[in-house]
């Protein structure tokens, strides 16, 4: 079934829009859960999450590309999972390597967690990563939104683990120059 085709089942109240939704994004927002909670149950109660979200958000919400829509309502939850999980005990992880790398793009007095949701700041890395050259672009989405490793990503793109790695620090940097012109980032 389209996207459209499924988005109007959710605008008209129809339940089947849930079933549709999990015959189509089932397994690919499972493997997001998945990449940050590393869990097979932890993964399948947030994906459920998902489409009771999606339920609830549209409408009034009506998304533009409904993949990319679910896979930030899971990755959102599945974040909030690990916080929640990891509230007293902070313990190691991609998920928390990748938070790091991205601070130092990011003035330090702020909360990196709470700055890269606001909304400006989204737009802004939306705006960023759509510029960058297909394959930097891919590999940065891979690294931040999808927190894959980067020997995973070097296997994926058929690259060195340096090589990966001189990349993103490549695009990192460009991400600062962009955050500073963009006012987001205070030297």
């Known amino acids: 079934m389209e996207d459209c085709q499924i988005i109007e089942l959710y605008l008209h109240r129809n339940s089947d829009a849930i079933r549709e939704t999990e015959i189509k994004y089932g397994a690919y927002c499972m493997t997001v859960a998945d990449r940050i909670l590393h869990n097979r149950e932890d993964s399948e109660e947030c ?15 009506i998304p533009q590309k409904l993949k990319m829509f679910l896979a930030k309502i899971t990755r959102n939850i599945a974040v909030n999972r690990v916080e929640a999980e990891t509230a007293v005990k ?35 890395i939306r705006t960023f990563v759509r510029a ?46 962009c955050l500073r012109k963009g006012g987001f980032f205070n030297d």
Not at 47 to 61: E, G, L, Q, R
Not at 94 to 106: A, Q, T
Not at 148 to 171: F, K, P, Q, W
């Open 90 to 124: 902070r313990g190691g992880g991609e998920r928390d390597l990748v938070l790091e790398e991205l601070g130092e793009c990011i003035a330090s007095s702020r909360n990196v967690e709470k700055e890269y949701e606001a909304k400006e700041l989204e737009e802004c």
């Open 132 to 177: 960058l050259p297909e394959k930097e672009g891919n590999v940065f989405v891979r690294r931040y939104f999808f927190t894959e490793s980067v020997a995973e990503i070097a296997g994926r793109y058929g690259m060195t683990d340096n090589h990966v790695t001189v990349m993103l620090c490549r695009v990192r940097k460009k991400l600062k120059k």
């Open 47 to 61: 994906v459920n999450d998902t489409w009771f979200k999606a339920w609830n958000s549209i409408p009034p919400t």
